[in-house]
């Protein structure tokens, strides 16, 4: 079992940035893969951000490429989401999830792990 805290969500004002934190914990933890989703209100879940197999290898989606920037701390299974100039279509909960497959999908089915969530709300 992985299970997955998020934090860092709030309220800001649009062109302010906030740092999600993603914490993963569990006797197989470090051998999942995380990401990030959202979910606005009357939308689905879409993907923001993840990392592949390949050293260094990070994607996005294409709401919030150039950002949004993924990194994290694989001593710790821990995973950051900065986000920089934020939008009030950023508005939504967002998700840290965890997979199994080493290599990049942003399909929400290809997660077999989910956090709570952390709500991000950016008025304008």
């Known amino acids: 079992q992985v299970l997955l805290v998020e934090s860092g969500g709030g309220l800001v004002q649009a062109g302010d940035s906030l740092r999600l934190s993603c914490a993963a914990s569990?006797?197989?933890?470090?051998?999942?893969?995380l990401a990030w989703f959202r979910q606005a209100p009357g939308k689905e879940r879409e993907f923001v951000a993840t990392?592949?197999?390949?050293?260094?290898?990070?994607y996005y989606g294409d709401s919030v490429k150039g950002r949004f920037t993924w990194s994290r701390d694989p001593a710790r299974n821990w995973a950051y989401l900065q986000m920089n100039n934020l939008k009030p279509t950023d508005t939504a909960v967002y998700y840290c999830a965890a997979r199994s497959d080493e290599h990049y999908t942003p399909d929400v089915g290809a997660y077999q792990y989910w956090g709570q969530g952390t709500q991000v709300t950016v008025s304008a």
């Open positions: 990392t592949g197999w390949s050293a260094g290898s990070t």
């Open positions: 569990g006797r197989s933890a470090n051998n999942y893969m």
